[in-house]
């Protein structure tokens, strides 16, 4: 038997299904009752110039035609039905169109047609080839390949749509490697073909070509020292009996998905030339199929020669050669494409009736305007026997539904064919497959990429000049991860996570403040009490020896009040410890702004008492008016007051409040306190260090006063030492971030308060301790 007659047993079965849907309708009382619907079937061998003069044949009735001329009224059809290929329907639509005949077409993939502005009156029960490309990047995806290569033939119809597979495929983030068109009658193609499968080393290879030019390329695969795996599209799944070798072991084809025709398997069994005596096409199968067996079969010259075939002759026994009756795929398109077009015209007839005609049994087709039965062919929806529903879309189409076969061919010979996936373009995802059900050929891995693949907690990062499929893995930054492999971009953690150490997850941030378990934390706050204690003793001592001589000197009550402003001062610096509340970021700045506030206005208050004193002694001063207790007091009120007005203003306008700082330390959370408004801090800071200033220039003026026991150049030595931390305490404010800024301002104030105490006190304690002697009043004098 020839090897063609596969493809013969194919479209003569197409043939025969029409003919049996047309049986079937006009059996069937509920499609149009009391019609008998009639057809014509020409051949065009594939070619446009045939298909043309057909046409024109079936329009005007004779095969003798002259165009717009009806040369036989009554046999003009009212639609039809399209070639299955591409190329060959649309010569007839541009003719048919042109009367306005609808085209209901079972093999044209071509999307073009999908345009509803260049093709409005086609119809076609195939999906296009749009639901093909769409097959092919779901299932590159689903197995993750990056890196395929594909074959075409090189016709206008299979390079067109290759070049648009290409761009679809490269629009969804695969990489092509190589795109070669295969020419039949072009030997170097196939040898170009081979080296681009050898040097871009892609273990996938997608086929789209004519049958017969990738049968041809067949004989070349034995040179082919890489190992792929095919993908192959239709209509090359028609020849599938040609591509049972073992280069296409474990290959996977998306075929048009299998239909159910009731009663056409046995149908297809009994077509004999005694059944359709006036039918040239099973003549010329019969006459095909007895030549190739035997040699005294009748002479194809003849079509009378019926009589001397066997009556135990039928095509059931030619099945193991391509004559298919389990199969039903593009013939189950060809069948719902006949009973599209009758239901339109039962709805054209029912349409009629129900204005008022009457349907006669030898109605003909005669009135029938062809833009009525467009109309209805958009509308109609029916189920068939199967349970199957069509009805067509926006585009003049039926949903795309693709059946994904897994090939196997072992080296015994066996040939095994598994359904492992389906796809259907109404749903998302349309992709069902089963990959544990598919069997790769020995040589396949299931990787088919350029690069090796990202591990988590890494990123791709692309090679310049290179397709997006060429590029290298790198970590990803801190804060950030990548859970998937083969990532593009790193996802930044949320504010209060952090990244592990493999940049695969998101953990939660290490909560970080200055805590009184700190070692750091420890050490202050012991000194800072410490420091309180020993301000304590020095309040109990002069207390304690309140009636010596040089403690009632310089105003008393100012030393109790900067003694305790002092202790204070010690125990406010505990508000920066430990874990920031809403209570402590409200009293850590106001409460040190304004107890050092007093301090320094007690300190300026005796130093001028100490410069009234002294000066009040000349005669005819005017101040000795001042001399006294009143003039301190007022320093000290009118000094603190505008420090009290900053803070109350601060903490109504912009108050502090408990805030959390993600950038000073990897991985961290650092609570802390935010100032509210930063304006208003260093406004608090700037008063008490104008106040500090104010106080060292009168110290300072103070300092050579002829006594014994100079306070002012104790005080003023205390004011050199309190602005120089202070302005050290700026510069390092401005520099420290994290949970060492509160440190920062704790040592600021143990150091400024400590040498406030130091410096003014510690020499009267030394005095009023070890030299008793100095203190009785007439020395003092």
Request: net charge neutral; glycine share 6%; aromatic share 14%.
């Amino acid at each position: 038997m020839h090897s063609y007659s596969s493809s013969i047993f194919q479209y003569y079965r197409h043939f025969l299904a029409a003919i049996f849907a047309i049986e079937e309708i006009n059996q069937d009382q509920n499609i149009l009752p009391n019609v008998t619907l009639g057809f014509h079937i020409h051949d065009s061998w594939a070619n446009e110039r045939k298909a043309i003069s057909s046409t024109f044949s079936m329009l005007t009735g004779s095969s003798d035609y002259v165009p717009n001329y009806k040369c036989i009224q009554n046999r003009i059809p009212s639609a039809f039905i399209g070639h299955l290929l591409s190329s060959v329907s649309n010569v007839m639509y541009q003719i048919t169109s042109i009367y306005g005949f609808p085209q209901v077409n079972y093999g044209a993939v071509d999307p073009a047609f999908s345009d509803r502005i260049r093709f409005p009156l086609f119809y076609r029960t195939v999906p296009s080839e749009t639901a093909q490309y769409q097959v092919i990047i779901q299932l590159i995806k689903a197995f993750n390949w990056n890196w395929v290569g594909m074959i075409s033939s090189d016709d206008e119809t299979h390079q067109k749509a290759s070049e648009e597979m290409k761009k679809e495929i490269i629009n969804n983030g695969i990489c092509v490697a190589f795109l070669v068109q295969i020419s039949e009658i072009d030997g170097t193609s196939f040898y170009f073909a081979l080296q681009a499968i050898r040097q871009a080393n892609a273990s996938v290879v997608i086929v789209y070509s004519r049958v017969v030019v990738f049968l041809s390329f067949l004989l070349y695969l034995n040179d082919l020292s890489t190992n792929v795996v095919w993908l192959m599209l239709s209509p090359l799944a028609s020849a599938s009996e040609g591509l049972y070798t073992h280069e296409f072991n474990g290959s996977l084809v998306i075929f048009f998905r299998q239909g159910n025709i009731p009663g056409l398997r046995d149908f297809l069994y009994k077509a004999d030339p005694s059944r359709f005596p006036k039918d040239r096409f099973t003549a010329a199968v019969w006459l095909e199929v007895f030549d190739c067996r035997s040699e005294q079969a009748f002479p194809k010259s003849s079509f009378k020669s019926y009589h001397i075939c066997n009556d135990n002759d039928t095509l059931r026994q030619y099945e193991k050669h391509g004559y298919d009756v389990n199969y039903f795929r593009l013939t189950y398109f060809m069948y719902i494409a006949v009973y599209a077009m009758a239901h339109a015209l039962h709805a054209v007839y029912m349409d009629k009736a129900s204005g008022g005609t009457i349907l006669h049994p030898d109605k003909t087709t005669n009135g029938l305007k062809p833009t009525q039965l467009n109309q209805h062919l958009k509308k109609i929806h029916f189920r068939t026997d199967s349970g199957d529903e069509i009805f067509f879309n926006e585009k003049g189409e039926v949903l795309g539904h693709f059946d994904i076969i897994n090939w196997n061919i072992f080296h015994n010979g066996t040939v095994t064919t598994r359904h492992v996936g389906t796809f259907i373009s109404s749903q998302s995802p349309g992709l069902a497959i089963e990959k544990e059900a598919i069997l790769w050929a020995s040589h396949f891995n299931g990787i088919s990429r350029n690069s090796a693949s990202c591990l988590p907690g890494h990123r791709k990062t692309f090679v310049e000049g290179k397709q997006v499929c060429c590029y290298e893995c790198v970590q990803c930054s801190e804060g950030e991860i990548s859970p998937l492999p083969d990532m593009e971009n790193c996802l930044r953690c949320p504010e209060d996570q952090w990244s592990n150490e493999s940049r695969d997850k998101c953990i939660m941030r290490a909560i970080d403040f200055l805590s009184y378990k700190d070692i750091f934390g420890v050490a202050l706050t012991t000194t800072a009490l410490v420091l309180s204690f020993c301000t304590s003793a020095v309040f109990c001592l002069f207390l304690k020896h309140k009636k010596s001589p040089i403690v009632k000197a310089n105003n008393q009550e100012l030393s109790y009040i900067l003694l305790l402003s002092l202790m204070l001062s010690f125990l406010c610096s505990l508000l920066f410890i430990g874990r920031p509340k809403k209570v402590t970021c409200l009293l850590r700045h106001t409460s040190f702004g304004i107890i050092f506030a007093i301090c320094i206005s007690s300190i300026l208050g005796k130093t001028i008492t100490v410069i009234i004193a002294f000066n009040a002694t000349r005669p005819g001063s005017r101040l000795r008016n001042y001399v006294g207790t009143r003039v301190p007091k007022y320093i000290l009120l009118l000094c603190t007051l505008p420090e009290v007005f900053i803070c109350a203003l601060w903490l109504i306008i912009s108050p502090p409040f408990p805030d959390y700082d993600i950038h000073s330390a990897t991985g961290k959370i650092i609570l802390q306190c935010n100032e509210g408004s930063p304006s208003a801090f260093y406004i608090m800071v700037g008063y008490i260090a104008l106040l500090a200033f104010v106080s060292f220039f009168v110290a300072y003026l103070a300092r050579k006063l002829p006594d014994i026991f100079n306070e002012a150049q104790y005080i003023t030595f205390s004011m050199l030492l309190f602005c120089s931390v202070w302005i050290s305490f700026i510069l390092a404010y401005v520099s420290t971030t994290g949970k060492y800024l509160g440190a920062v301002e704790i040592f600021a104030i143990l150091v400024s308060s400590a040498g406030l105490l130091g410096l003014i006190f510690i020499p009267k304690c030394y005095f009023i301790i070890f030299k008793p002697s100095v203190s009785p009043r007439g020395h003092l004098l």
